[in-house]
């Protein structure tokens, strides 16, 4: 997937999705595969035009456990979902000041060159979230430019897929329901962090990631996935908490291999899909007692991870 950074006019006549693409779930595959169609059909290049930081972050000040793809997860999901190209604009506050008709004219006619503009039913967009699909048509036709607006995804007959669907699914724990929506995994992918060393003792060793603050987190509890090491799936159970046991404070992904030690090192950054959850983190009278308690969870994890194969 190519990049045009945002200061830079795209090469060629191009066929733009726009969006905050938060999770890059089934809505916005859709929209990529509509624009991917049409950019072939006009010998035209493809665009998924983003923002960071996400709009509702800086119009709403949301700071804390809001995105479902945080940092380059987002382009990892693009990538994923077909786009062959990203641009994404930095969404200041200036930015955000923008009317829909100067951000029509400045990003999608000068600067993308834009033959075509995909978007959904609900697009809204430019300051205060005036422009509609409406303002965007009315811009379009007298310049030429095909306008073309997805009909939505449906998850069930009363919900369309949403970012904020995703959110409440995973806050609520419900993984399932999540995948369901996003047509994949929800994943979490940091540097690894030093432990403290006490997996070693208590016959677990685990590996440590941190995610960012801002991503929206499944409550604590031990959870069954997949840790990806250099692109390379490994079965896994991973506890997501503060381990009570040892009195802990800052919450960490804390991943145990099913096969065997994982080879990777501090700062190396790994990537965990997440694929069920087995019970809620607990705090235990004794080491030991959390060590049989974590050789079932390992039995639990191994048996819903043959159930469901890892997918990219
Ligand atoms: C599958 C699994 C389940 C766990 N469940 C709990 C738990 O319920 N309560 C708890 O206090 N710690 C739990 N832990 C965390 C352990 O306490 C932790 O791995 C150990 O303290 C090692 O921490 P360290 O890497 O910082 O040395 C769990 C760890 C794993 C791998
Ligand atoms: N279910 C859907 N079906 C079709 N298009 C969608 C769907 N959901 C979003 N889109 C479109 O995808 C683009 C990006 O949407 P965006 O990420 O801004 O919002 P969203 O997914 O609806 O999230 P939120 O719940 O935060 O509003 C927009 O053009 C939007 O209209």
Same mark, same amino acid.
């Given at each position: 997937?190519?990049?045009?950074?945002?200061?830079q006019?795209?090469? %060629?006549?191009?066929?733009?999705t726009?969006?905050?693409?938060?999770?890059?779930h089934?809505?916005?595959?859709?929209? &990529?595969?509509?624009a991917?169609?049409?950019?072939r059909?006009?010998?035209?290049?493809?665009?998924?035009?983003?923002?960071?930081?996400h709009?509702?972050?800086?119009?709403?000040g949301i700071?804390?456990?809001f995105?479902?793809?945080?940092?380059?997860?987002k382009?990892?999901?693009?990538? %994923?979902?077909?786009?062959?190209?990203?641009t994404?604009?930095?969404?200041?506050?200036?930015?955000?000041?923008?009317?829909?008709?100067?951000?029509l004219?400045r990003?999608?006619?000068?600067?993308?060159?834009?033959?075509?503009?995909?978007?959904?039913f609900?697009?809204?967009?430019?300051a205060r979230?005036?422009?509609?699909?409406?303002?965007l048509?009315?811009w379009?036709?007298?310049r030429g430019i095909?306008?073309?607006?997805?009909?939505? &995804?449906?998850?069930?007959?009363?919900?369309?897929a949403?970012?904020?669907?995703?959110?409440e699914?995973?806050?609520?724990?419900?993984?399932?329901?999540?995948e369901?929506?996003?047509?994949?995994?929800?994943?979490?992918q940091s540097?690894?962090?030093?432990g403290?060393?006490?997996?070693?003792?208590?016959?677990?060793?685990?590996?440590?990631?941190?995610?960012? =603050?801002?991503q929206?987190?499944?409550?604590?509890?031990?959870?069954?996935?997949?840790?990806?090491i250099?692109?390379r799936?490994?079965?896994? +159970?991973?506890?997501?908490?503060?381990?009570?046991?040892?009195?802990?404070?800052?919450?960490?992904?804390?991943?145990?291999?099913?096969?065997?030690p994982?080879?990777?090192?501090y700062?190396?950054?790994?990537?965990?899909?997440?694929?069920?959850?087995?019970r809620e983190?607990?705090r235990?009278?004794?080491?030991? =007692?959390?060590?049989?308690?974590?050789? %079932?969870? +390992?039995?639990?994890?191994?048996?819903?991870?043959?159930?469901?194969?890892?997918?990219?």
């Amino acid at each position: 997937m190519k990049k045009l950074p945002p200061d830079q006019t795209a090469p %060629r006549p191009s066929v733009v999705t726009i969006g905050s693409f938060d999770g890059v779930h089934r809505g916005h595959q859709a929209l &990529i595969q509509e624009a991917l169609e049409r950019a072939r059909k006009r010998d035209a290049d493809m665009w998924v035009m983003t923002f960071d930081p996400h709009p509702a972050m800086v119009l709403r000040g949301i700071r804390h456990r809001f995105l479902i793809t945080p940092g380059v997860l987002k382009e990892i999901y693009l990538d %994923r979902a077909g786009a062959l190209g990203v641009t994404v604009i930095p969404f200041t506050p200036a930015f955000s000041h923008l009317s829909a008709e100067d951000f029509l004219e400045r990003e999608i006619r000068q600067r993308m060159q834009a033959v075509a503009v995909v978007v959904g039913f609900n697009f809204t967009f430019g300051a205060r979230g005036l422009g509609t699909v409406t303002t965007l048509q009315e811009w379009a036709a007298p310049r030429g430019i095909e306008v073309v607006v997805k009909e939505p &995804i449906q998850i069930n007959p009363n919900r369309a897929a949403s970012s904020s669907s995703v959110r409440e699914a995973i806050t609520a724990g419900q993984l399932d329901a999540a995948e369901a929506v996003l047509g994949h995994a929800f994943s979490v992918q940091s540097p690894i962090q030093r432990g403290e060393q006490r997996g070693r003792a208590l016959g677990f060793r685990t590996l440590n990631l941190v995610p960012p =603050a801002e991503q929206v987190m499944p409550p604590f509890g031990v959870y069954a996935g997949y840790v990806l090491i250099e692109s390379r799936p490994i079965p896994a +159970v991973a506890n997501w908490g503060i381990r009570p046991t040892f009195g802990g404070e800052d919450p960490v992904l804390e991943i145990h291999g099913l096969d065997g030690p994982l080879q990777a090192s501090y700062g190396d950054v790994a990537r965990f899909d997440f694929v069920g959850f087995i019970r809620e983190e607990r705090r235990f009278p004794s080491p030991d =007692a959390l060590t049989d308690q974590i050789r %079932r969870d +390992v039995d639990q994890a191994r048996r819903m991870l043959a159930e469901k194969p890892w997918r990219r």
